[in-house]
């Protein structure tokens, strides 16, 4: 039996091997080739001609650009040292500013903003299309910064000191070259640094593999090594936690996506110590010496265990570990803040968000007080620490608009901002529903339309998913960067016109914690599609909607989530939005940073994992004469995440057979798919008058308000 499975899993690599050598559309993979970009524009040119002529896509795009760039929404910011940093755009500020702002002037709810860098300024004076990406600077003082700056969106971007007390860059100060690079400020003179410097210095995944210390004023091809990790890693990066004067040093290894790998120093970058934490632990901060951990698998330490989804405490200088929190069955903590003198810990309870802040007592206890907010809503956790044991935390749903409460740190809570309704919904309502999945789990989701809409019963419907890396589904009322299922967009584009948005909570995020993750990785993915699929079942059987007025939108993952589906069930579906998405799982891990992804996938050129994979990969099961949908894919040429080969290659296989689809590639705007807030009004427009074509028919027939 043995040899028999061994002769078929040959025989499957050899038959992948061969297809693989003759698609005839690899050549779309050359991102940047005349021939591809002249395929892309012949189809941006015939889909978009045909979705803009549609009477309601104008109104559409004005409303999604009202809610984009309206001046109105909540200016979020993180307080460090006495101010508030925020990261602003808008229909004046397309590329965006970074300014400040006192934190009594913020919490009066009149910020007196000084601008730091005006990006749009910025790359008309270079001639550039600069896109912000990240700034890191050091802490406590937050005077000195490196800022991120990537050509139309990329992720990989170049790196200029900046200097916030004279709010100019550093002339001769540190910079790096175009890269995937990764940093952390050591001292004012000194950083760590993760790039792209020469043969051997990234990994097979596009990241850096080692870590060089760099002087001010030394060049980094002579800066020297101080940790190297494996080729096959995904990357290498460091962390410095400053408290009370100490630099605290970690270097962080992570041999796949999830795993991590904790090397400790104390106050410089001698002397690494591995740490004995699990692989999959991710590090939060350092409070009193203890560096704060959350666990996403059991963890057995000096006779102790340590549950799966807990926080613990790992002192750093005498090596013991004490429990700090502990998630319940039906929680999942989902992020951890670390403020002067304790932790304030957001959590979801059956999906619904909460918070609470955590100290220890003086007999070595950590007791939890969870924070007075609003209920069976998204909560965030906006600022932590900085200096202060003050926090600022949100609270918003799909009907609800985003509030900003300011925390002191006796628990006392200050509502300081709010976001006006961007549509009416006294009349809209939200439900949580459960179906039952292929294997008798029950799935959670969420419901949302006009009470009437939902008695009357099988209405146009769009139901998004993502199901993976850990990332949970959630109700936002408006998030940056805007998305078409955040109740603000949905509300205003579908929801007042008569149709249904559901939101899935599949196996593959972290609704239920790293048990929800881990039960669709690999071997196992199939049964974040068959959540979905149940969802959708569960959606007709109960009268939402029906199979020819059902559509489906995801991203990313959840672009291959909307792959897998189509080829899977392509009757229970009339329309699907596929964006960014991976679609050829035969070749993903050989494309941009897909290497990295193996962790949560498999690894397809390995025989028994590509048996699996070959199961669900759109690309490969692509097929002529399906009741496939007429799909609408998106993508981006400038984004190096996922390759726009994927959806290239995917729509040129379904012309091939016969299909006819819509495409839009943009030029610029890296993963997100566009650059700035205009792009992505007007990307949403596009999805969502799609989605009017197949689920309400043409405009003249189509009701709208």
Same mark, same amino acid.
């Given at each position: 039996?043995?040899r028999?499975?061994?002769?078929v899993l $040959?025989?499957?690599?050899?038959?992948?091997a061969?297809?693989?050598?003759? &698609?005839?559309?690899l050549?779309l993979?050359?991102i940047e *080739?005349?021939?591809?970009l002249?395929?892309?524009r012949?189809?941006?040119?015939?889909?978009?001609?045909?979705?803009?002529?549609?009477?309601?896509?104008?109104?559409?795009?004005?409303?999604? !650009?009202?809610?984009?760039? *309206?001046?109105?929404r909540i200016?979020?910011g993180?307080i460090?040292n006495g101010?508030?940093?925020? @990261?602003?755009?808008?229909?004046?500020?397309?590329?965006?500013l970074?300014?400040r702002?006192?934190v009594?002037s913020y %919490?009066?709810?009149?910020p007196k903003?000084?601008t730091?860098?005006?990006?749009?300024a910025?790359a008309?004076?270079?001639?550039?299309n600069?896109?912000?990406?990240?700034?890191?600077?050091?802490?406590?003082?937050? $005077?000195?910064?490196?800022? /991120? !700056?990537s050509d139309?969106g990329?992720?990989?971007?170049y790196w200029?000191?900046?200097?916030?007390q004279?709010k *100019?860059?550093?002339?001769?100060?540190?910079? !790096?070259?175009?890269?995937k690079?990764?940093?952390a400020?050591?001292d004012? &003179?000194?950083?760590i640094v993760g790039?792209d410097?020469g043969?051997?210095?990234l990994?097979?995944?596009?990241?850096?593999r080692?870590l060089?210390r760099?002087?001010?004023g030394?060049d980094?091809s002579?800066?020297?090594?101080i940790f190297?990790?494996?080729?096959?890693?995904?990357?290498?990066?460091?962390?410095?936690e400053?408290?009370?004067g100490?630099?605290?040093?970690f270097?962080?290894?992570?041999?796949s996506f @999830?795993?991590r790998e904790?090397?400790?120093?104390?106050?410089?970058?001698?002397? @690494?110590a591995?740490?004995?934490?699990?692989p999959?632990?991710d590090l939060?901060g350092?409070?009193?010496g203890r560096?704060?951990?959350?666990?996403?698998?059991e963890w057995?330490?000096?006779?102790?265990?340590?549950?799966?989804?807990?926080?613990?405490?790992?002192?750093?200088?005498?090596?013991?570990?004490?429990?700090v929190?502990?998630?319940?069955a039906?929680?999942?903590?989902e &992020?951890?803040?670390?403020?002067?003198?304790?932790?304030?810990i957001?959590y979801?309870?059956?999906?619904a968000?909460?918070?609470a802040?955590?100290?220890? #007592?003086?007999?070595?206890e950590?007791?939890a007080? /969870?924070?007075?907010?609003?209920?069976?809503?998204?909560v965030?956790i906006?600022?932590?620490g +900085?200096? #202060?044991d003050d926090?600022?935390?949100?609270?918003?749903?799909?009907t609800?608009?985003?509030s900003?409460?300011y925390?002191d740190?006796?628990?006392?809570?200050?509502?300081i901002?709010?976001?006006?309704?961007?549509?009416d919904?006294?009349?809209?309502?939200v439900e =949580?529903?459960?179906?039952?999945?292929?294997?008798?789990?029950?799935?959670?989701?969420?419901?949302?339309a006009?009470?009437?809409?939902?008695?009357?019963?099988?209405a146009?419907?769009?139901?998004?998913?993502?199901?993976?890396?850990? $990332?949970?589904?959630l109700p936002?009322y408006?998030q940056?960067?805007g998305?078409?299922?955040h109740?603000a967009?949905? +509300?205003r584009?579908?929801?007042s016109?008569g +149709?249904?948005?559901?939101?899935?909570?599949? %196996?593959g995020? *972290?609704?239920?914690?790293p048990?929800?993750?881990?039960?669709?990785?690999?071997?196992?993915? =199939?049964? $974040?599609y068959d959540?979905?699929?149940a969802?959708s079942e569960?959606?007709?059987?109960?009268?939402?909607?029906?199979?020819?007025k059902l559509g489906?939108?995801?991203?990313?993952?959840?672009g291959?989530?909307?792959?897998?589906i189509?080829?899977q069930?392509?009757?229970?579906?009339?329309a699907?939005?596929i964006?960014?998405?991976?679609?050829?799982?035969?070749?993903?891990?050989?494309?941009?940073?897909?290497?990295?992804?193996?962790?949560e996938?498999?690894?397809?050129?390995i025989?028994?994992e590509?048996?699996?994979?070959s199961?669900?990969?759109?690309?490969?099961?692509?097929?002529?004469?399906?009741?496939?949908?007429?799909?609408?894919?998106?993508?981006?040429?400038?984004?190096?995440?996922?390759?726009?080969?994927?959806a290239?290659?995917?729509?040129?296989?379904?012309?091939? !057979?016969?299909y006819?689809f819509y495409?839009?590639e943009?030029i610029? +705007?890296?993963?997100?798919?566009a650059?700035?807030q205009d792009?992505?009004?007007?990307r949403?427009a596009?999805?969502?008058?799609?989605?009017?074509?197949?689920?309400?028919?043409?405009a003249? #027939?189509?009701?709208?308000?």
């Amino acid at each position: 039996m043995r040899r028999i499975m061994i002769a078929v899993l $040959a025989g499957l690599s050899a038959a992948a091997a061969q297809a693989e050598e003759k &698609d005839p559309f690899l050549w779309l993979e050359d991102i940047e *080739s005349e021939r591809a970009l002249d395929w892309a524009r012949a189809q941006n040119a015939r889909t978009l001609a045909e979705l803009e002529s549609d009477p309601r896509f104008e109104p559409m795009y004005a409303e999604a !650009l009202s809610i984009l760039t *309206s001046k109105e929404r909540i200016p979020y910011g993180q307080i460090h040292n006495g101010a508030v940093y925020n @990261f602003w755009q808008d229909d004046a500020h397309v590329r965006g500013l970074w300014r400040r702002a006192s934190v009594e002037s913020y %919490r009066a709810g009149a910020p007196k903003w000084e601008t730091l860098i005006d990006f749009d300024a910025l790359a008309e004076a270079e001639r550039r299309n600069w896109i912000a990406g990240s700034i890191v600077c050091l802490s406590p003082e937050y $005077a000195h910064c490196m800022v /991120e !700056l990537s050509d139309g969106g990329k992720d990989a971007g170049y790196w200029r000191e900046f200097n916030t007390q004279t709010k *100019s860059f550093v002339d001769g100060g540190f910079a !790096l070259p175009e890269a995937k690079s990764n940093l952390a400020w050591l001292d004012a &003179d000194t950083l760590i640094v993760g790039t792209d410097h020469g043969a051997d210095s990234l990994t097979a995944s596009g990241y850096a593999r080692t870590l060089v210390r760099l002087e001010r004023g030394a060049d980094l091809s002579g800066a020297p090594a101080i940790f190297e990790g494996e080729a096959t890693d995904v990357s290498v990066s460091a962390s410095v936690e400053h408290e009370g004067g100490t630099a605290h040093v970690f270097i962080v290894r992570a041999p796949s996506f @999830f795993e991590r790998e904790y090397h400790y120093a104390r106050g410089g970058t001698n002397g @690494f110590a591995k740490l004995p934490l699990p692989p999959n632990a991710d590090l939060a901060g350092v409070l009193d010496g203890r560096a704060i951990f959350s666990l996403r698998e059991e963890w057995s330490h000096q006779g102790a265990n340590y549950p799966q989804g807990s926080v613990v405490a790992y002192d750093l200088e005498t090596g013991g570990a004490e429990r700090v929190f502990a998630a319940a069955a039906n929680q999942s903590v989902e &992020d951890v803040e670390i403020g002067e003198t304790g932790l304030v810990i957001q959590y979801l309870e059956d999906v619904a968000g909460k918070a609470a802040r955590v100290a220890r #007592t003086r007999k070595g206890e950590w007791k939890a007080k /969870e924070i007075d907010l609003p209920e069976n809503g998204v909560v965030a956790i906006v600022s932590a620490g +900085g200096g #202060t044991d003050d926090a600022m935390v949100s609270f918003e749903s799909l009907t609800v608009p985003d509030s900003l409460y300011y925390v002191d740190a006796k628990n006392r809570i200050e509502k300081i901002a709010e976001t006006p309704a961007f549509y009416d919904a006294t009349d809209v309502v939200v439900e =949580q529903r459960f179906a039952t999945s292929a294997d008798g789990t029950k799935v959670p989701y969420f419901v949302m339309a006009k009470d009437a809409v939902l008695k009357q019963g099988n209405a146009p419907t769009v139901q998004y998913g993502y199901g993976g890396f850990l $990332a949970a589904t959630l109700p936002y009322y408006y998030q940056d960067p805007g998305r078409p299922q955040h109740g603000a967009l949905a +509300g205003r584009m579908w929801v007042s016109r008569g +149709g249904v948005l559901v939101l899935s909570n599949i %196996r593959g995020g *972290s609704e239920y914690g790293p048990r929800w993750h881990q039960a669709a990785l690999k071997e196992n993915r =199939q049964r $974040a599609y068959d959540d979905f699929i149940a969802i959708s079942e569960h959606l007709v059987e109960t009268g939402v909607t029906s199979p020819e007025k059902l559509g489906a939108v995801g991203r990313s993952n959840g672009g291959l989530l909307m792959g897998a589906i189509m080829t899977q069930r392509p009757d229970l579906y009339a329309a699907l939005d596929i964006g960014v998405p991976l679609f050829d799982m035969k070749r993903y891990n050989k494309l941009l940073a897909g290497a990295s992804w193996m962790g949560e996938y498999g690894n397809p050129d390995i025989p028994e994992e590509w048996a699996y994979i070959s199961q669900y990969s759109p690309y490969q099961n692509l097929k002529a004469g399906e009741p496939y949908p007429k799909v609408f894919f998106y993508t981006s040429t400038k984004d190096d995440r996922v390759h726009p080969g994927h959806a290239r290659k995917a729509a040129a296989k379904l012309a091939d !057979l016969g299909y006819d689809f819509y495409y839009y590639e943009n030029i610029e +705007g890296g993963h997100g798919g566009a650059a700035n807030q205009d792009q992505l009004a007007y990307r949403t427009a596009l999805e969502y008058v799609y989605f009017a074509k197949m689920l309400m028919g043409e405009a003249e #027939t189509a009701g709208t308000e």
